[in-house]
């Protein structure tokens, strides 16, 4: 699990790829999720938030535990839902 916290070069990612996690979050689509470090984590999708400046897509993972992942260390979204608005998504 990547450290999400502490990193003084946080970049927020742009604002229209942002909306497509706040869909992810309001439809609580179950996603996969790629990291800049290539690792994959799938979770749904709960809420965004910010903490030091820093924003944070929410997710609930399959032992349902909540986990944290600073937005600009993913690269991709992927909603596994047949009727998801949206598809794969590069975010960074």
Do not use: W
């Amino acid at each position: 699990m990547p450290n999400n916290e502490g990193d003084n070069n946080y970049s927020p990612i742009q604002c229209q790829l942002y909306d497509y996690i706040e869909i992810a979050c309001m439809r609580h689509y179950q996603l996969d999720i790629e990291l800049t470090s290539r690792e994959t984590i799938t979770g749904k999708a709960i809420t965004t938030k910010i903490k030091d400046r820093q924003e944070f897509i929410v997710i609930e993972t399959e032992n349902n535990k909540k986990q944290e992942i600073r937005l600009d260390l993913v690269k991709s979204i992927k909603p596994q839902d047949e009727n998801a608005e949206f598809g794969r998504v590069a975010i960074s």
